[in-house]
């Protein structure tokens, strides 16, 4: 399993939840040493640093050479079309970064003569209340046992959004950024 921004917020629970349930290789894509050794140091067995033009082919390297099983793509844009160079054949593309895809015709067309196939994901229609509290109290409860790390990537008070915006936009973040009243 290839995760993107695999040191942000949702990132970083998703290379430990992939590894809790039994995920054999997670890889991580982050864009610096600093994100990399954090993503490794919450249980990715391999580590990439998208900002290497071949950084595709490092992550095919890293799964053993036929590319991952599936890629967790929470960034999108031209992270998109590089992550599906990394997908084998038959892999599967999760999608969550709602808005901000580039792949056209030609990717998709690629992806169907490869058996690849392409799955989104999107939180809110997922969410009722019972669902919610369930989900969310298994989460609480494995962060409160120590097995689920939650990294905070710094707390600013709202009257300084835009600059926990900007540094959200810049990738410079790591964990979630939290704002406070």
């Known amino acids: 399993m290839l995760v993107t921004a695999a040191a942000g917020g949702v990132g970083s629970l998703l290379v430990q939840l992939a590894k809790r349930q039994g995920a054999s290789t ?5 864009g610096s040493r600093a994100k990399l050794d ?17 950084w595709p082919m490092r992550v095919r390297e890293a799964a053993g050479g036929a590319g991952v099983d599936v890629v967790y ?9 590089a992550s599906l160079q990394a997908l084998a054949r038959g892999g599967e593309l999760v999608f969550a970064a709602l808005g901000r895809y580039a792949i056209g015709a030609a990717e998709l067309e690629a ?25 969310l109290s298994e989460l609480f409860h494995l962060a409160a046992g120590g097995q689920l790390a939650v990294t905070q990537g710094g707390r600013y008070p709202l009257d300084q959004a835009n600059e926990a915006h900007r540094l959200l936009e810049e990738r410079r973040s790591t964990g979630k950024v939290v704002l406070i009243p």
């Not at 793509?73 to 079309?81: F, L, P, R, Y």
């Open 38 to 54: 954090l993503a490794l140091s919450l249980g990715a067995d391999a580590a990439v640093d998208y900002s290497m033009s071949d």
């Open 73 to 81: 793509d929470i960034v999108g844009g031209t992270m998109t079309a």
């Open 26 to 30: 997670v890889i991580a894509v982050a």
């Open 111 to 135: 992806m169907i003569t490869r058996n690849k196939s392409l799955r989104g994901f999107a939180l809110l229609p997922l969410l009722s209340a019972d669902g919610l509290r369930a989900s």
